[in-house]
């Protein structure tokens, strides 16, 4: 069934993007009541070793093409968070800053979107510093990104 929506009622983008994270809430729902183990559950080995290799062509596929022809800073951000839960630990600004290549101002910016969006919890909080808080996926993105790994990288048995 497809519903039709008159264009004089047309969905502001953020309404859009509230209802994209309740049904991202509602798949998470599914995904944890399924019988398969979420990826941080476990040693999570093979699957930090396939990450660190996306991550890795990543990094490989700017360099060979350009850096600027590619540009996705949430999701290399996402994806550094994800390999740091997988190793038990959190990241501060800065360490993604440097991991990542990107600026401290796009970091800053787009933590504040993903925080927003639910996707972060901050880990730590440093008084001195904002920029040394640790940071690491809310729950909702760790099932949010257990499930695409399971998508993307392992094969149907």
């Given at each position: 069934?497809t ?40 040693d ?26 590619f ?5 290399d951000?996402?994806?550094l968070?994800?390999?740091?839960g997988?190793?038990?630990r959190?990241l ?18 787009q ?47």
């Amino acid at each position: 069934m497809t519903a039709h929506i008159p264009p004089e009622s047309i969905v502001p983008s953020q309404e859009a993007a509230d209802l994209i994270v309740a049904l991202q809430r509602c798949l998470s729902n599914v995904h944890a009541r399924q019988e398969d183990a979420a990826v941080l559950d476990g040693d999570g080995g093979g699957q930090l070793a396939t990450l660190a290799r996306y991550i890795e062509a990543r990094r490989a596929r700017a360099t060979l093409l350009g850096q600027n022809l590619f540009s996705d800073p949430a999701w290399d951000m996402l994806l550094l968070l994800y390999q740091a839960g997988l190793e038990g630990r959190a990241l501060t600004l800065e360490q993604l800053s440097e991991k990542s290549r990107l600026s401290m101002s796009v970091i800053v910016g787009q933590v504040g979107v993903l925080e927003r969006r639910g996707l972060l919890d901050e880990h730590q909080t440093s008084p001195n510093s904002r920029r040394r808080r640790a940071i690491c996926l809310s729950p909702l993105a760790v099932d949010a990104m257990s499930s695409w790994f399971s998508l993307a990288f392992v094969a149907d048995a």
